[in-house]
């Protein structure tokens, strides 16, 4: 190829364009493959970790048009469902925090692939299952692929690509990236209405052997000879974080059946607690800590940390409970809940560049303020749903809300990073993924709970209502039963099957006002989150220089 002799090569660049000198434990790999590849080589590493990235991605968003096929197959509660979503970023967080040891100990090519491999035999798991127990497991596995996967490809960026390329490069990575969660339900619609639930977990399976197979040739293997040792991973933290994590997910989603003030409830909820203030003390003392305590010392950090947990619990919050509203309320077909989250995800791609260059410009706060107004102003709209909210308008309103989190997700990312020191660098970037997957999570989890019990709450109270004191009440059965009669059912028949009809027009309204309810929380706790913005101190622009 005489074109790819064109690229623009880094300053230092020695023969066939290979950087001259690359830090880190993979540099003398990366050299070999920039010989071998010449110019090209980091565009089609590019492409390849593009592709593995998109494989996981659209992994995490597919199962959510899925989850009403699976309920009904599995017969699962809300409480239940919702680890099909929780599973994935539990498992996606705490692997992220084990990546740097991963690549530092065995390398990119072996870390890629284990990544790819995993994420491979989860999802043939998951479509193969036949319990509940064996679809968390698979979606925990896809997870960590999701979650080893990630920071690797930003580092093979920095690594690869020039100073005055990497803009380019990080721009093309972030667009597949943002655009995987958004093609995501749309593919998972699709797959459910072509043939049922399972196909869901392989319809990615494509493009993450395309990766795994091109992953040996393109990824770098790390230094042969270094005798650099990378640093310990932290066992005992990683442990803790997991009990911590994991065991209040478990508290909350079980508190519907074991019940709130239940001793399981208690023993679960004790366990994690303490499990996290043991991770607290000993991320102290580690020379290593899989999350240092000291970024959270800078305030500029912590309060943008605030946004950053918001910014994850609207995303997936958000994600989880639209499809299944216009799946099990407004009848959609899987396939058109889907394409409904594709205009809210290009939204996300127009205003992402807009509001990243913004940023360098505009105090952050003011783009955080207009991000989180944008959110809880979505919010307040869906909280005023109905069986019959017209699909253009539902989308134009989730359409909006992507607007905000375009607005809060870079300003927020930035600002917390840029707080802290040069030696905690990494630390922050880490923590920032950290906290956005898991307010992903918790969001997910503590929203199915609220939507369950929720819908138990109106359940109970319209029921109440429906006695022979209420006229309306008897008007109704009356009608129900006359219509059945004229449809030629017998007499007693039809006097008992109207209170079943009644019974189920009751489930359906409790349905609707619980789904209200919870975007009505979403949008109260993005108010409350608007005021954590007075926190943040006035942060210093980095201007581009002209």
């Known amino acids: 190829m005489t074109g790819a002799t064109s690229l623009p090569l880094p300053a230092g ?17 990366i050299r070999d493959r920039f010989a071998q590849f010449g110019p090209r080589y980091r565009w089609l590493l590019l492409l390849t970790m593009l592709i593995g990235s998109m494989a ?10 899925a989850l009403p096929a699976i309920i009904g197959a599995f017969g699962l509660g809300q409480d239940q469902a919702q680890w099909m979503s929780t599973a994935f970023l ?5 692997a992220m925090l084990a990546n740097a040891w991963a690549m530092a100990t065995y390398g990119p090519r072996a870390t890629y692939v284990f990544g790819m491999a995993t994420f491979i035999f989860g999802s043939l798991l998951g479509a193969v299952s036949g319990t509940l127990e064996l679809l968390i497991l698979s979606r925990a596995l896809q997870g960590v692929s999701a979650g080893l996967l990630q920071p690797m490809s930003m580092f093979l960026i920095f690594q690869t690509f020039p100073d005055r390329s990497r803009g380019t490069a990080m721009g093309l990575f972030s667009i597949g990236v943002v655009l995987a969660p958004a093609f995501g339900p749309a593919l998972g619609g699709v797959a459910v209405d072509l043939a049922s639930w399972r196909l869901v977990f392989v319809a990615t399976l494509p493009l993450a052997i395309v990766a795994l197979c091109t992953a040996p040739f393109l990824m770098p293997k790390g230094d042969r000879h270094s005798q650099q040792k990378g640093p310990p991973l932290d066992w005992q933290g990683l442990c803790l974080l997991a009990v911590a994590v994991v065991g209040l997910l478990s508290a909350f989603a079980g508190a519907n059946r074991d019940g709130w003030d239940s001793d399981t409830t208690y023993i679960k909820i004790s366990v994690a607690v303490a499990a996290a203030i043991a991770f607290f003390f000993w991320e102290h003392r580690h020379p290593f800590p899989a999350l240092n305590p000291a970024i959270f010392m800078y305030r ?5 940390s605030i946004i950053i947990v918001a910014t994850g619990t609207a995303i997936y919050g958000s994600t989880y409970l639209i499809p299944l509203f216009v799946q099990l309320v407004q009848g959609y077909s899987p396939t058109a809940a889907g394409v409904m989250m594709i205009p809210a995800g290009l939204m996300m791609v127009a205003f992402f560049p807009i509001a990243g260059r913004l940023t360098d410009r505009v105090d952050p706060r003011w783009l955080l303020s207009f991000g989180i107004l944008c959110f809880a102003v979505s919010g307040f709209l869906l909280s005023g749903v109905t069986v019959l909210t017209p699909y253009w308008l539902l989308v134009s309103w989730i359409m909006l809300s992507r607007v905000g989190i375009a607005f809060c997700m870079p300003p927020a990312n930035t600002t917390a990073v840029r707080a802290v020191p040069q030696h905690l660098l990494a630390s922050a970037t880490g923590g920032v993924s950290f906290l956005m997957q898991v307010g992903g999570a918790f969001g997910v989890n503590l929203l199915a709970v609220l939507l369950q019990r929720r819908t138990i709450f109106h359940g109970e109270h319209l029921a109440a209502e429906m006695n022979e004191s209420n006229a309306e009440f008897l008007f109704e059965h009356v009608q129900q039963a006359q219509a059945l009669e004229a449809a030629g059912m017998p007499t007693v028949s039809a006097f008992t099957q109207a209170f079943q009809e009644i019974g189920h027009q009751i489930a359906a309204q409790a349905t609707v006002l619980a789904f209200r309810d919870c975007f009505y929380v979403i949008a109260l706790w993005f108010v409350i989150i608007l005021f954590t913005v007075a926190l943040m101190p006035k942060p210093k622009l980095q201007m581009a220089a002209h």
């Open 90 to 94: 539990a498992s996606s967080t705490l």
């Open 56 to 65: 996981t991605m659209l992994a995490a968003t597919t199962i959510n048009v």
């Open 300 to 304: 500029q950090f912590w309060s943008a």
């Open 13 to 29: 660049a020695g023969a066939h364009g290979q950087p001259a000198d690359i830090p880190g434990t993979a540099g003398e790999a």
